[in-house]
């Protein structure tokens, strides 16, 4: 047990929680969005807004004394703090983009972390009714059944999922669009899908065989990271050093590959500024 009640609580109130966002996403999916921006390309609606609200309010009448970190409140009031006690992480439309354009790559994702470390994760993807989760040392699911990661050990048959994110920067451009022209001679095939927690999912349940991202917020990550390790999948830093997950930087994939991967990766992260 832990403080305000069992993993398994946590787990049954977050996937309430990120069931009755959907509803809100899956009503909103198809009208007509009130869109606002965030920079020049990250956008932000009053769906997004409106499911943050739905997922704190009923999370905090559960378990009033944990903290609570969502993209929403914290892109408007510039600060995050990340402590040892139960918080709640929370990215309530990742793949804002894709819900603004109709595509159904979009979810809610629910992560709670203690001392700092995921615990439990939840990922749903209303649109297309796939509901990822996990509980540290439980094993991951998707709708109920259990997921492996991939075991391809060949660089060269892997299919690896990434995003360019919202940074225009020159500098972090040229080294996105490089690495994708390098990855691109040693892999199968490269998807840019635009939601980190999917692709980590994806990672999970073996749909993809590599991932790499930079440019995001502990939000996009705190779900997907639990249920990638919990599939079995590894996660880590670009550079290979742990994974931080305050940083802006993940790459995960089975540890087959993982050395092949970020020989790769290597020249990318050098030259960009994340």
């Given at each position: 047990m832990?403080?305000?009640?069992?993993?398994s609580?946590?787990?049954?109130?977050?996937?309430?929680?990120?069931?009755?966002?959907?509803?809100?996403i899956?009503?909103?999916?198809?009208?007509?969005?009130?869109?606002?921006h965030k920079?020049?390309?990250?956008?932000?609606?009053?769906?997004?807004?409106?499911?943050?609200?739905?997922?704190?309010n009923?999370l905090?009448?559960?378990f009033?004394?944990?903290?609570?970190i969502?993209?929403?409140?914290?892109?408007a009031?510039?600060?995050?703090e990340l402590t040892?006690?139960?918080?709640?992480?929370v990215?309530?439309?990742d793949?804002?983009?894709?819900?603004?354009?109709?595509?159904?790559?979009?979810?809610?994702?629910?992560?709670?972390?203690?001392?700092?470390?995921?615990?439990?994760?939840v990922v749903?993807?209303?649109?297309?009714?796939?509901?990822?989760?996990?509980?540290?040392g439980?094993?991951?699911?998707?709708?109920?059944?259990?997921?492996?990661?991939?075991?391809?050990?060949?660089?060269?048959?892997?299919?690896?999922?990434?995003?360019?994110?919202?940074?225009?920067?020159?500098?972090?451009?040229?080294?996105?669009?490089?690495?994708?022209?390098?990855l691109?001679?040693?892999?199968r095939?490269?998807?840019?899908?635009?939601?980190?927690?999917?692709?980590?999912?994806?990672i999970?349940?073996?749909?993809?065989?590599?991932?790499?991202?930079?440019?995001?917020g502990?939000?996009?990550?705190?779900?997907?990271?639990?249920?990638?390790k919990?599939?079995?999948?590894?996660?880590?830093?670009q550079?290979?050093?742990?994974?931080?997950?305050?940083?802006?930087?993940?790459?995960?994939?089975n540890?087959i590959?993982?050395?092949?991967?970020?020989?790769?990766?290597?020249?990318?992260?050098?030259?960009?500024?994340?």
């Amino acid at each position: 047990m832990t403080e305000n009640g069992s993993l398994s609580e946590f787990m049954n109130a977050a996937i309430d929680a990120a069931k009755s966002a959907g509803q809100v996403i899956r009503n909103a999916f198809y009208e007509t969005k009130l869109v606002e921006h965030k920079g020049s390309v990250d956008l932000v609606t009053k769906t997004d807004k409106e499911c943050e609200d739905l997922i704190f309010n009923y999370l905090k009448q559960k378990f009033p004394t944990h903290k609570f970190i969502g993209e929403e409140t914290t892109a408007a009031n510039g600060k995050m703090e990340l402590t040892d006690e139960p918080t709640w992480i929370v990215d309530p439309v990742d793949g804002t983009t894709n819900f603004v354009h109709g595509f159904p790559f979009v979810c809610v994702s629910i992560g709670l972390t203690i001392s700092k470390t995921p615990v439990v994760g939840v990922v749903y993807n209303p649109i297309i009714n796939e509901l990822f989760t996990a509980i540290e040392g439980q094993g991951a699911f998707l709708n109920g059944n259990p997921i492996k990661a991939s075991s391809q050990s060949e660089l060269l048959k892997c299919l690896l999922a990434t995003d360019v994110g919202y940074s225009r920067e020159k500098s972090n451009v040229d080294a996105m669009t490089n690495s994708i022209n390098s990855l691109l001679l040693k892999v199968r095939s490269i998807r840019i899908c635009g939601s980190c927690a999917l692709n980590l999912c994806g990672i999970a349940c073996g749909r993809f065989d590599l991932f790499f991202q930079s440019g995001f917020g502990p939000w996009d990550v705190a779900a997907g990271v639990l249920i990638v390790k919990e599939a079995g999948g590894i996660v880590y830093d670009q550079s290979g050093k742990d994974f931080d997950l305050t940083s802006q930087r993940v790459a995960a994939s089975n540890s087959i590959v993982k050395d092949a991967f970020l020989e790769v990766l290597e020249p990318y992260v050098a030259s960009s500024n994340y």
